[in-house]
């Protein structure tokens, strides 16, 4: 859109009053904007990283900390499987019969709870209100963990003047993460898919042993 960003992220909204309250539809069903509006944006505001490396004696420990803050992400996953009516929080508020709100009927009349149903197949799947399945994208996480040993060959005699054993461990876990997802994984290669959850593989954590030899 001229004069935005690209990192823009469009999609409905709920349409609400003046006092930011969700409006019904005469079915008692939430009511959508009439065209995608400006949600939030995918674009971070900085990111961070530390990296730094502990030893004591034949020990060392290196770690590589990143972090990125601000920006939005979205997922259609959790909307389809809400309006499927397949997700936790679709099974909960069944189970306890109603879903909290903030909202007006369409005579004006404040609305406190709705049919669980109702509510989550009128913002759920793809063309439903999107605005409910925007979240925060940041997060923080521990990319790698390196335990490395330092062997003393000195009093062998062996051609190996040097050698090293190491677990490491990559993307290990989240230390903050708001979003249902790790944002930070995309769908495709599209230049329109960065943080968009839409049946992603899961996030992957991966663990070696390393063994380093000199000669």
Known sequence: VAGGSFGDLYGYKFLRNDAGQIILDAKGAPRKTAEPELIGSLDPDFTLGWNNNLTFKQFSLGFLINGIFGGNCVSQTESMLDGAGVSKRSGDDRDQGYTEINAVSAEGAA?????????????GDRNGILEAYVYDRTNVRLTQLALTYDLNLKSLNIPIKAAAVSLVGQNLLFLYRNAPYDPELTMSTGLGAQSLDNFNVPATRTLGFNIKLNF
Request: no cysteine.
């Open 111 to 123: 609305v406190t709870q709705i049919d669980p149903e109702k509510w989550y197949r009128a913002i």
